[in-house]
């Protein structure tokens, strides 16, 4: 039979190729955990979290932790159907979403391996190919307007800018002059005040850069802000750290507070995913797809889910473009902004080189 049988953990240290800051800190290295799943018949499954302490509460070590707590449970279930393994973890982990998804998308990679099928044609087999945005951290005005510039003649047509201070302004403008023919996403993690990030984006306007979107302008716990950002500004305004699990989504659009959700396997998992984006389809709400500062076994795992529910209209899956030493390889081909699951294996399709 096709059950877990071991679980095991360790983490890992990703050093970046270039220092990340946004308005909650400055990184280097991004730690994470990564899982695997035996089963009885020898397959084995591949998962990985990447907690954000800020955004889930959660740490390598609580991560660590949780998977000890969940790996009894879990341990002898048949996961021919993988929903079983699901539920056990949606009651075990409830409130560690970042643990669970790395668990869900090792349980998803041994099932998929088992029914020799890529990831992506378990979620729908809706696209082969997605373009996803470029991330500019907070750096100088001259240094956002060469990467800039070379991101556009890479190919890229979306630009991601982390703000979320008055003097982000000068930084926003340079880049969009650097690459005018790439619209200009503005994420503020939560750093501005409702009126402050109005006055932000309408004062881009007057310079004639071309916004896109407005993420997470105000703090995660304002709705009534995020709502008045969202009535008084004309280009959509998404939540990403207002919106964890999908009852979060459900009544962010219930009162009318958002345009749109930022989704990321590491806030809500892959089950609580799915339940996302059928709240946002089934309201007309816009969906966009994230990540961390992830290893490529997650982010493959988003990819194969963002092409496989062919779901999202805005992509933001560049954890690669910034990690400089990830062990494992495969899961997705990449082109500049063009990611695909074409050669797909199966499951999420990464592996570690030296156990391939
Ligand atoms: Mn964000």
Same mark, same amino acid.
């Given at each position: 039979?096709?059950? &877990?049988?071991?679980?095991?953990?360790?983490? &890992?240290?990703?050093?970046? !190729?270039?220092?990340?800051?946004?308005?909650?800190?400055?990184?280097?290295?991004?730690?994470?955990?990564? &899982?695997?799943?035996?089963?009885? !018949?020898?397959?084995?499954?591949?998962?990985?979290?990447?907690?954000?302490?800020?955004?889930?509460?959660? *740490?390598?070590?609580?991560?660590?932790?949780?998977?000890?707590?969940?790996?009894?449970?879990?341990?002898?279930?048949? $996961?021919?159907?993988?929903?079983?393994?699901?539920?056990?973890?949606?009651?075990?982990?409830?409130?560690?979403?970042?643990?669970?998804?790395?668990?869900?998308? #090792?349980? /998803?990679?041994?099932?998929?391996?088992?029914?020799?099928?890529?990831?992506?044609? /378990?979620?729908?087999?809706?696209?082969?190919?997605?373009?996803?945005?470029?991330?500019?951290? $907070?750096?100088?005005?001259?240094?956002?307007?060469?990467?800039?510039?070379?991101?556009?003649?890479?190919?890229?047509?979306?630009?991601?800018?982390?703000?979320?201070?008055?003097?982000?302004?000068?930084?926003?403008? #340079?880049?969009?002059?650097?690459?005018?023919?790439?619209?200009?996403?503005?994420?503020?993690?939560?750093?501005?005040?409702?009126?402050?990030?109005?006055?932000?984006? !309408?004062?881009?306007? &007057?310079?004639?850069?071309?916004?896109?979107?407005?993420?997470?302008?105000?703090?995660?716990?304002?709705?009534?802000?995020?709502?008045?950002?969202?009535?008084?500004?004309?280009?959509?305004?998404? #939540?990403?750290?207002?919106? $964890?699990?999908? %009852?979060?989504?459900?009544?962010?659009?219930?009162?009318?507070?958002?345009?749109?959700?930022?989704?990321?396997?590491?806030?809500?998992?892959?089950?609580?995913?799915?339940?996302?984006?059928?709240?946002?389809?089934?309201?007309?709400?816009?969906?966009?797809?994230?990540?961390? /500062? %992830?290893?490529?076994?997650?982010?493959?795992?988003?990819?194969? /889910?963002?092409?496989?529910?062919?779901?999202?209209?805005?992509?933001?899956?560049?954890?690669?473009?910034?990690?400089?030493?990830?062990?494992?390889?495969?899961?997705?081909?990449?082109?500049?902004?063009?990611?695909?699951?074409? #050669?797909?294996?199966?499951?999420?399709?990464?592996?570690?080189?030296? *156990?391939?």
């Amino acid at each position: 039979m096709p059950t &877990i049988q071991t679980i095991t953990s360790h983490t &890992i240290d990703l050093t970046l !190729n270039r220092a990340f800051e946004t308005s909650k800190g400055r990184k280097t290295t991004s730690p994470s955990v990564i &899982i695997q799943i035996a089963l009885e !018949n020898g397959i084995t499954g591949l998962g990985s979290s990447t907690p954000v302490e800020y955004v889930t509460g959660e *740490n390598t070590e609580s991560v660590l932790s949780k998977i000890q707590k969940a790996s009894p449970l879990l341990t002898g279930t048949d $996961i021919t159907d993988h929903s079983k393994a699901y539920e056990t973890l949606a009651e075990a982990l409830p409130s560690s979403p970042s643990a669970r998804a790395g668990l869900e998308i #090792a349980v /998803l990679d041994a099932h998929c391996k088992l029914k020799k099928t890529p990831m992506s044609k /378990l979620f729908g087999n809706k696209k082969q190919h997605i373009e996803t945005d470029i991330t500019i951290p $907070i750096v100088s005005p001259s240094e956002a307007y060469e990467i800039a510039r070379k991101a556009q003649s890479q190919g890229f047509k979306y630009l991601k800018l982390k703000v979320g201070k008055f003097e982000d302004f000068d930084r926003v403008e #340079a880049a969009g002059k650097g690459a005018p023919g790439c619209r200009i996403r503005l994420d503020a993690n939560q750093g501005f005040t409702p009126e402050g990030a109005i006055d932000f984006v !309408n004062r881009l306007f &007057i310079k004639k850069i071309d916004i896109d979107i407005l993420e997470q302008p105000v703090d995660r716990s304002d709705i009534e802000g995020l709502r008045h950002v969202t009535k008084n500004l004309p280009i959509p305004v998404f #939540a990403d750290e207002s919106a $964890i699990t999908s %009852e979060d989504a459900r009544r962010l659009i219930e009162t009318d507070s958002v345009d749109g959700i930022n989704i990321k396997l590491m806030k809500s998992g892959i089950s609580d995913t799915m339940k996302i984006i059928e709240i946002c389809r089934s309201t007309g709400k816009e969906l966009m797809i994230g990540c961390m /500062l %992830e290893t490529r076994i997650s982010l493959s795992a988003a990819i194969h /889910l963002a092409c496989g529910t062919g779901a999202f209209d805005r992509i933001d899956l560049d954890a690669h473009t910034f990690t400089a030493d990830d062990p494992y390889a495969g899961g997705f081909a990449s082109n500049s902004h063009e990611l695909n699951t074409i #050669a797909a294996r199966p499951g999420h399709g990464c592996f570690h080189p030296q *156990n391939p």
